[in-house]
């Protein structure tokens, strides 16, 4: 997972809580993911950008929002979290050739 | 959107046996990634693999993308080969967005 670097690690939210999560890369790649990994349900994409300033919604935006200020962070941010966004996040990163390469995950729990 | 099937959904091997997992989507991709999530949650990249044959040491990866399958071979298994294995798929579309399936846990005894 060398390039990759995602903060926190771990985290306990109460409901309603804020938080923000930092994914960033020194790889200078142009693209940006933030996934999703709930058990029996793969992963799943919320974000992505595809250069800095840009960002898109995935499959499951609701409750999530991102921004990509600088090339090489991508930040999630949670904005009242509930607790069907416990869950593990990964951030990931791709070139032009789309190979993708993954953060090792942040596990958050909103209790 | 397309969708991503992958066999067997477990798998339990003895050290040293062989097996073949597989990837089956619904529609052309021109982007399909294999990972391997070993027990710890860690994702690595296997093989970018949007069609022919490629190999890494034990590990083996086809894609016959105009049967929309590709399949991922593992030889003389090992215990650090248990985790969940992943195929990844994308249509082309701007994002490089790649759609997973539900993957095959693997669990290999010594």
């Known amino acids: 997972n060398a390039g990759v670097t995602q903060t926190p690690k771990f985290r306990v939210l109460k409901t309603g809580q804020s938080m923000t999560l930092l994914c960033a890369q020194d790889m200078n790649h142009e693209y940006m993911y933030w996934y999703r990994q709930d058990p029996g349900m793969g992963l799943r994409l919320i974000h992505y950008?595809?250069?800095?300033?840009?960002?898109a919604k995935g499959e499951v935006p609701d409750g999530y929002n991102v921004s990509r200020l600088k090339k090489q962070n991508f930040l999630l941010g949670l904005e009242s979290a509930a607790p069907s966004q416990t869950s593990v996040y990964f951030c990931?990163?791709?070139?032009?050739?789309?190979?993708?390469?993954f953060g090792e995950g942040s596990r958050l729990t909103v209790l | 959107g397309i969708q991503v099937e992958q066999s067997p959904p477990d798998l339990i091997l003895q050290e040293g046996a062989n097996s073949t997992l597989r990837c089956n989507f619904s529609?052309?991709?021109?982007?399909l990634q294999w990972f391997h999530q070993n027990p710890w949650g860690q994702l690595i990249n296997l093989f970018y693999i949007p069609s022919g044959t490629k190999q890494n040491g034990r590990l083996s990866a086809t894609t016959v993308a105009t049967e929309r399958y590709s399949l991922l071979y593992i030889s003389s298994s090992q215990t650090t080969d248990s985790g969940v294995y992943f195929c990844?798929?994308?249509?082309?579309?701007?994002?490089?967005?790649?759609?997973f399936g539900g993957g095959t846990r693997l669990m290999v005894k010594p």
């Open positions: 529609d052309s991709v021109n982007n």
């Open positions: 950008s595809v250069g800095e300033g840009t960002t």
């Open positions: 990931a990163i791709s070139g032009n050739t789309g190979e993708l390469f």
């Open positions: 990844a798929v994308e249509q082309g579309y701007a994002g490089n967005m790649l759609t």
